[in-house]
């Protein structure tokens, strides 16, 4: 017997923005559920069980927050899971959910994935002192701004890359009314003039702080059919680890990314994602990675990926859309930014992604990552149920 | 074996909660003196209110005033009241029923001692001096005889509504980094850097973190590496980081010290921050008491060829 | 679709008040190494990898990213994490074999109590509007729910202390725990519970592997058999609960079919005596079950592994034949909020 297909049938996220003062986390995060319900047409008596996922709990400084979100969530009675997996856990929660479909235990599953950033700082969050161990010198973008370099030795690749991503990516999010950025102003002379902090990163070609839910409700065959607007098929998904920090380990294009995209493409048929692939949600922090995941995904030879972007093939109305949602580049509420991917993807492969739709999108690949660049989690979605 | 280093770690951040109207109500409530529950849809009347009915999940949000007298539901006596807990002389712990509430609000209850406890006894409210909003300004609940308060029908509506509360959270830990680091920590106090090889892949590991990553065993043999190493990979630091007080721009870079199998982090000093590349070879400088090296510096040696230390960007 | 699973091998550290001494990779390794030696495995052998552990517990973000380190995780694996007990990983793993994608799993939990005040740090799990900033910690919220049985006739402080002894002997046969034999019931700590009604705290790990079908009867003499699995929430307010009854224990058990067939042994984890009591009333157990021959957790509750160490327990007796069908319980949160149930089996002998 093979495993049950997987279908995404609602999708909600809030407006992301820097603090939402308005909403408690509960509010945040049934914000993003209610919607998901909305889309699939359900009530909360129709889920099976809840699977939450979020970045370090230090954020909120609330430990194990899903015991407290129970209540929230519809959950009380309920099995309900929590996931860590660092920055691709938005990811990897919507897999685990997946899994209990895809395994028959459950017929209709709620997944979640949040962080609310404004209740604490990232940066405190993210830099806990530790006794003996050096301070981190450089903040956020220092720990990525020397792999980047790396691959511009290794590419390359002219230095004007990293500000295209970051013009595109910010255009997009104005078509994208969830998206925290909406910049009507910019140009690509403004991210190019904007501050350079950890050179060759410059301001405008960062992440910013944010705070956000987003929630999906996948379910099995018969849910599928009885869904009211078009699903979104799940053909391939699969997690990738490998250590922090070791001998040997290429910052630049893990190798965890490798097997856990070629996994993916195994499980969903794809022989050439270039041809195959029609549009990427990818997990996009500081610019230059989009260059640097197109050659780890597979889209181009390795020292390739950059001119992809130079030559305005991820741009919206590109060959191979990146980031169509304005991507990481423009909201980012840590736990739950690889879940947006993920949803992202699913959105356009069922028609609804609105101002930022890709035309005729029938396969397209969501994608997660955290660490140390050592955690990965994707999906292949697609608007036809898998053979 | 030596003893392992250990340090105090206080996590601690002063959290800002955003609450939402529920939330709100009830604690701008509190902070005017009045209680405030929620009604859900079948008529049960919630405190403290949530947000949401915890049996069918809806949203409620039909604030309703309730007495400020009611029954203890059950009892804890705390005879070493701990850091942050309401009074700081042994009280009980109480699951409060107020009068017109059907659920029970936990706090604590100022009583001479255990025997003057009982499921099923009576309790007020007892007022903080200064009321600002927060779950604290019910500083307790204290013994009452009288008959039960009878509450004014608050709408829950107020003015001057707060829209979020302030919580501090302290945890105090003590910090070990465990064996390898700590012998990692110890040398570096003579100025030496020590690692440890892996027994199976044999690579070098600085700092050793007890294991090797890959193959997944032990890792002991120590093996003193650099202190000359090449800068394999680089940033220019522009905005200056918190609690830091390095003057920008300076570069932090990647090195690889000679014999290491990879990189460790470091700031680079001595030479102008826009003459630092890759492939510079360079020596760490060490300033009186310090743990780390301060930074590293040039050592003057011709640039490390490219294809030296690729491996390990 | 195989919908046969197996606990195949378990191992544990001795749990100790504090492993200073160790980091928590330090700590962790040996088990993982005990544990795939039982099986012959090596990491790359391994379909699946899950882990529970909590960074509040270790007091730093992303903890648990240093303990993957001891796996050797290269080439890279198939790997997920869960910020619960180590029982919720394996209920990760065993929906990852359902599917076909894995035929094994390794799980492992660890959690190090020392470097911090356990009973401060389970506060920050609690509502932080209302609840949290009271700290009510975790011993004065158990002696709520220990009233409250003990208003309602279910117990008493005698009968608590029997279930504190008989625990403490049991674990004498258990090299690994914590607190074993003759141990004082003490004073109160929060009344009406006394320091013998309260686990210990201290250090500890346990790792597990899961195997399907023929691939587990390749791997142990006598797999445990996973019949049935389930696990349930309840609301998060203490006020809105009956604290005399666990309904989450009790529905993950039904669905779990506990109640389909008497199981000869129960592994609860009840840190605190009293729930315990709760435990046996919401699972139905009589006096013919041998409950927590291991000395549970008020012999060894190293936080996050002391469920996953209830998984392994259970199964350990299938696999040197002393049990035949056995109850696995896990739980979370403050006074029994959520529970996890398995339902373990050998082969006829």
């Not at chain 1, 889309?39 to 970045?55: M, N, P, Q, R, S």
């Not at chain 2, 039909?62 to 400020?68: G, N, Q, R, S």
């Not at chain 3, 141990?183 to 346990?206: F, N």
Request: charged fraction near 20%; glycine fraction near 10%; proline fraction near 7%.
């Amino acid at each position: 017997m093979s495993k049950e297909p997987v279908a995404v049938v609602g999708i909600g996220q809030t407006k992301h923005v820097a603090a939402r003062r308005d909403v408690s986390i509960a509010g945040l995060v049934r914000e993003a559920a209610g919607r998901a319900l909305g889309d699939a047409e359900l009530t909360w008596a129709d889920i099976d069980a809840v699977v939450i996922g979020k970045a370090p709990d230090f954020f909120e400084g609330v430990m194990m927050p899903e015991l407290y979100l129970a209540d929230a969530l519809g959950a009380v009675g309920k099995p309900m899971l929590r996931v860590h997996t660092a920055g691709s856990v938005g990811g990897s929660t919507a897999l685990v959910a997946a899994n209990l479909v895809a395994a028959r235990v459950h017929g209709t599953v709620l997944t979640v994935a949040f962080e609310k950033q404004s209740e604490s700082n990232a940066m405190w969050g993210l830099s806990l002192p530790i006794p003996f161990q050096q301070p981190l010198l450089a903040g956020a973008g220092g720990f990525f701004a020397p792999h980047v370099r790396a691959y511009m030795r290794r590419t390359g690749a002219p230095d004007t890359v990293g500000s295209l991503v970051a013009y595109k990516d910010r255009r997009n999010a104005l078509k994208n009314p969830y998206a925290h950025l909406h910049e009507h102003d910019i140009t690509l002379e403004k991210v190019q003039a904007s501050p350079m902090l950890w050179d060759p990163i410059r301001y405008s070609e960062t992440c910013p702080s944010s705070d956000g839910a987003c929630a999906m409700v996948l379910t099995d065959r018969s849910g599928a059919a009885r869904a009211p607007r078009p699903p979104a098929w799940m053909l391939g998904g699969a997690m990738r680890s490998e250590p922090t920090l070791f001998a040997g380990k290429d910052a630049v294009s893990p190798q965890a990314g490798k097997d856990c995209a070629a996994d993916v493409y195994r499980q969903a048929g794809i022989a050439d994602p270039r041809r195959d692939i029609d549009a990427v949600e990818m997990y996009v922090p500081f610019s230059w990675y989009e260059p640097m995941w197109l050659e780890n995904l597979g889209f181009a030879a390795e020292g390739e990926g950059w001119k992809l972007t130079e030559s305005g093939v991820t741009e919206l109305d590109g060959d191979l859309p990146v980031n169509m949602s304005g991507g990481v580049l423009s909201t980012n509420p840590i736990g739950a930014s690889g879940m947006i991917r993920f949803a992202e993807a699913a959105l356009q492969v069922r028609g609804q992604a609105g101002e930022h739709q890709v035309e005729g999108a029938r396969r397209v690949l969501g994608h997660a990552y955290g660490g140390g660049s050592q955690f990965f989690s994707m999906w292949l979605v697609g608007s036809e149920p898998p053979d | 074996m030596p003893e392992v280093l250990k340090a105090p770690l206080a996590v601690e951040f002063p959290f800002t909660r955003s609450v939402g109207p529920v939330q709100s109500a009830f604690l701008t409530g509190l902070r005017e003196r009045v209680v405030l529950g929620v009604k859900t849809v079948d008529g049960r009347v919630l405190v403290p209110p949530v947000e949401y009915d915890p049996v069918t999940a809806e949203e409620i949000h039909d604030l309703v005033e309730v007495a400020p007298t009611g029954t203890v539901t059950t009892w804890a006596w705390n005879d070493e009241p701990r850091r942050g807990q309401p009074l700081d002389t042994p009280f009980a712990w109480v699951l409060v029923r107020l009068d017109g509430a059907d659920t029970a609000l936990l706090h604590a209850l100022d009583a001479p001692g255990p025997d003057a406890v009982h499921t099923g006894m009576r309790v007020r409210v007892r007022w903080a001096e200064a009321c600002e909003g927060a779950i604290t300004d019910i500083a307790c609940f204290e013994p009452y005889d009288g008959e039960p308060a009878q509450p004014a029908g608050h709408s829950g509506q107020f003015t001057d509504a707060i829209s979020g509360i302030v919580a501090p959270a302290r945890l105090d830990y003590t910090y070990s980094p465990g064996r390898a680091q700590t012998a990692y920590i110890r040398a570096l106090s003579e100025r030496r850097t020590v690692g440890e090889r892996c027994p199976s892949c044999r690579k070098v590991y600085v700092p050793p973190r007890g294991a090797c990553p890959t193959c997944g065993v032990a890792t002991s043999e120590q093996v003193e590496v650099g202190p000359r190493g090449t800068v394999t990979t680089y940033c220019i630091v522009n905005i200056k980081a918190k609690n830091l007080d390095i003057e920008v721009p300076y570069v932090y870079a990647h090195i690889a010290l000679d014999g290491a199998g990879l990189a460790l982090h470091g700031r680079i000093g001595g030479i102008p921050y826009d003459q630092v590349r890759m492939g510079l070879r360079v020596e760490p400088a060490w300033t009186e008491g310090a743990r780390y090296p301060d930074h590293y510096r040039p050592t003057g040696e011709p640039d490390a060829e490219y294809d030296t230390y690729k491996e390990l960007l | 679709m195989t919908c046969d699973i197996a606990l195949v091998a378990f191992a544990q550290t001795d749990h100790r008040r504090t492993s200073e001494d160790l980091s928590e990779v330090e700590m962790l390794m040996p088990v993982l190494h005990d544990v795939l030696a039982q099986t012959g495995l090596k990491t790359a052998d391994v379909g699946f990898t899950c882990s529970g552990s909590s960074d509040y517990l270790a007091g730093r973000a992303f903890s648990f990213t240093l303990a993957l380190d001891g796996v050797g995780a290269w080439p890279p694996i198939s790997e997920s994490h869960v910020e619960m007990d180590g029982a919720w990983a394996l209920y990760e793993a065993w929906t990852k074999l359902l599917t076909g994608e894995a035929d094994t799993a390794l799980v492992y939990a660890y959690g190090k109590s020392s470097p911090g005040s356990v009973r401060d740090v389970l506060t920050r799990q609690l509502d932080p509007y209302y609840v949290a900033p009271l700290w009510p910690d975790s011993v004065a919220l158990a002696a709520l729910q220990a009233q409250a049985l003990i208003d309602a006739g279910d117990t008493d402080e005698p009968a608590l202390a029997a279930v504190a002894s008989r625990s403490r002997t049991d674990a004498t046969s258990n090299s690994h725990a914590q607190l074993r034999g003759s141990v004082p019931q003490g004073d109160y700590l929060v009344r009406p519970l006394r320091t013998g009604d309260c686990p210990p705290i201290g250090d500890g790990a346990a790792a597990v592997v899961l195997a399907a079908g023929e691939r587990a009867r390749e791997l142990c003499a006598r797999p445990a058999w996973i019949r049935g699995i389930d696990h349930r929430i309840e609301a998060h307010g203490l006020g809105v609960r009956d604290l005399t009854d666990s309904p989450s224990t009790r529905l993950a058990a039904e669905k779990a079919g506990a109640f389909e067939r008497p199981v000869d042994t129960a592994e609860l984890h009840a840190p605190f005596t009293s729930q315990e009591v709760v435990l046996r009333k919401a699972l139905r157990l009589d006096d013919s079950v041998r409950v927590n021959p291991s000395g549970g957790a008020l012999a060894a509750n190293p936080i996050m592994a002391a469920g996953l160490i209830r998984m392994g327990e259970a199964a350990a007796r299938i696999h040197r034949g002393d049990s035949d069908r056995a109850l696995a319980h896990a739980t979370s949160g403050p006074c029994l909020q959520q529970n996890l149930v398995a339902v373990l089996e050998g082969d006829p002998r």
